[in-house]
């Protein structure tokens, strides 16, 4: 049951434009997400986090935008840099729970 | 600040031997500590979690069990590798003492099942 949904495995981009990544989940008792950004052979760094309470959390470059209504959320990078390029992780949890569900992810390539 | 070892980085084992692998973390107590798979391909799948000395919480029916002996330390095993544990694991834990979800994750042990 995949509770937290990211539909494409991958997306190109040029350096200078924006980034959108998207993520969809089912669990309604979900009420914080999270992006995660993974380079190959390391573990994933904590990027971006929104609670169900806002629709939009910004924080420089990066700003996720939350859809309640559509269970359905973004990560928006702009402008986009080669050093974006990496696997993109949507992942969410609800208070009190124990857990963080992740999504399969979405490799990001920024060409120069 | 907060930092995750774990070892070994990579490992290659044959079919039917036995895994340990080791997870510790410095610069936090009484963490909730996590044990995910990446397999080839896929998602970062939660196989364990532990919210304290001797309390582990099973995901996913499998070939894995997880320890917790100590605080800070988190232990993965298996008594016969499959084919099929072949994959990237990471150790992970949660900042502060709430769960928000944010996780801190180690740099990961590679096991290569052959």
């Known amino acids: 049951d995949q509770q937290v949904k990211q539909n494409s495995p991958s997306l190109s981009v040029q350096e200078g434009r924006i980034s959108i990544l998207n993520c969809d989940y089912t669990?309604?008792?979900?009420?914080?997400f999270l992006w995660y950004k993974k380079y190959p052979a390391e573990g994933p760094t904590f990027l971006i986090s929104?609670?169900?309470?806002?629709d939009k959390n910004e924080d420089g470059r990066f700003t996720v935008f939350l859809n309640k209504s559509a269970k359905h959320l973004s990560l928006h990078i702009v402008p986009s840099q080669p050093g974006d390029s990496a696997v993109y992780f949507c992942?969410?949890?609800?208070?009190?729970?124990?857990?963080?569900?992740f999504g399969a992810g979405t490799r990001l390539f920024v060409k120069a | 600040s907060q930092t995750i070892h774990q070892w070994p980085a990579t490992l290659v084992q044959p079919v039917g031997s036995p895994l340990s692998l080791e997870c510790t973390v410095e610069?936090?107590?009484?963490?909730?500590l996590y044990w995910y798979r990446q397999a080839a391909g896929r998602g970062l799948q939660l196989l364990f979690y532990?919210?304290?000395?001797?309390?582990i919480s099973s995901e996913v029916p499998q070939n894995l069990s997880a320890s917790r002996p100590q605080d800070r330390q988190f232990i993965l095993s298996s008594k016969k590798l499959l084919l099929s544990d072949s994959g990237f694991y990471l150790c992970?834990?949660?900042?502060?003492?709430?769960?928000?979800?944010?996780?801190?994750f180690g740099e990961g042990s590679r096991l290569t099942v052959l």
């Open positions: 992942a969410a949890g609800y208070t009190g729970g124990f857990k963080t569900i």
């Open positions: 669990n309604s008792m979900f009420d914080y």
């Open positions: 929104i609670s169900s309470i806002k």
């Open positions: 610069g936090t107590s009484n963490p909730n």
């Open positions: 532990s919210v304290g000395i001797g309390q």
């Open positions: 992970a834990s949660h900042r502060g003492s709430f769960n928000t979800g944010e996780l801190f």
